[in-house]
């Protein structure tokens, strides 16, 4: 399979490239100890460069046409660089809720016929099935290292808070920073829909975000004085915010997620990195936090 690339150094590469450098580290790592050990892609994908199309999800409601452009055509796979690290994980499980992106994703069995019995393929919705794996299943002799790599403002903070709760899974979690949050913060809090605060709720798990992203000024016209709730925040604030509210439910998370902009120099994404194991965080962080340097 060709990745090739419309320009050097773009966003998808780098992202891909950081979360390849640890699931090298740690598959390396964790292969000498006892645990049983996965790979959870729970936005898989296709398994390789997506189609060029301007086609919208229906859930990525806030996109600007030139930012889907450039998901579509510069996103390779993280299913198939998984399959090829080495040492092997012991389970591979990848989530993809189109149907169509799965009809690509099955075809990984055959390409990897000798991973075929560890490779898990499920198509459907990630936020509940992971939760549902991250509540029922037994993770004492079990770890994983979990991928979340949305187009947009897909996951929920309870998703997020499930992955925490079990105290076994490093997460590599792609924030929709520019693409999703920043949009939604309407200069003016008084004219933000409903609707938009309740997805920042579900994205935050909290309504704090308004307090921290937004401060009350006095407008004087020429017939009276009102007062108005508007947006005070930047980029590092709101970075700031996720890493915090991470930091509340995870033993470890990386002090430097990585600002990932688009060709015109847009943010995009954050990458961020949280390590749920209270034994194994410390390590955990010390090489996510490496990877994530410039
Ligand atoms: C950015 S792409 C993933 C790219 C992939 N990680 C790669 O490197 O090739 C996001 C994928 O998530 C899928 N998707 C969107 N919403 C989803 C959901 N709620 N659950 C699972 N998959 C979803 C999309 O169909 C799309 O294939």
Redesign the pocket.
């Known amino acids: 399979m060709t990745e090739t690339h419309g320009f050097g150094g773009n966003w998808?590469e780098e992202?891909?490239k950081r979360v390849e450098k640890y699931l090298k580290a740690y598959a390396t790592i964790m292969n000498k100890q006892n645990f049983r050990f996965a790979y959870i892609?729970?936005?898989?994908?296709?398994?390789?460069?997506?189609e060029k199309k301007n086609k919208t999800?229906d859930?990525?409601f806030m996109f600007q046409q030139n930012d889907i452009k450039e998901?579509e055509t510069y996103?390779?796979?993280?299913?198939?660089?998984a399959l090829e690290i080495k040492p092997e994980f012991d389970k591979y499980i990848f989530?993809?809720?189109?149907r169509?992106?799965f009809t690509e994703l099955l075809k990984l069995k055959e390409e990897f016929k000798n991973k075929e019995k560890k490779i898990d393929l499920i198509n459907?919705?990630?936020?509940s099935?992971i939760i549902d794996l991250c509540n029922n299943y037994k993770w004492q002799y079990n770890r994983a290292v979990l991928?979340l790599?949305?187009?947009g403002m897909?996951?929920n903070w309870e998703t997020i808070k499930a992955i925490a709760n079990t105290e076994a899974i490093d997460l590599w979690y792609?924030f929709p920073f520019g693409i999703g949050v920043n949009r939604l913060l309407q200069k003016d809090a008084g004219k933000m829909p409903a609707s938009w605060e309740a997805k920042l709720d579900s994205i935050f798990g909290t309504n704090e975000w308004k307090e921290a992203f937004y401060s009350e000024t006095q407008e004087t016209t020429l017939f009276a004085s009102e007062t108005k709730t508007v947006k005070d925040t930047d980029f590092n604030k709101i970075s700031k915010f996720i890493v915090k509210r991470l930091k509340s439910i995870f033993a470890g998370v990386a002090k430097n997620p990585l600002l990932l902009r688009n060709s015109k120099n847009n943010p995009l994404y954050l990458l961020c990195f949280a390590s749920g194991s209270p034994r194994g965080a410390k390590t955990a962080i010390k090489i996510a936090q490496d990877i994530l340097k410039r």
């Open positions: 998808t992202k891909l892609d729970a936005f898989a994908g296709t398994g390789y460069i997506e999800d859930q990525i998901i996103s390779k796979g993280s299913a198939r660089i989530i993809e809720k189109s169509k992106h459907t919705d990630a936020n099935w991928f790599d949305p187009y897909q996951v792609l």
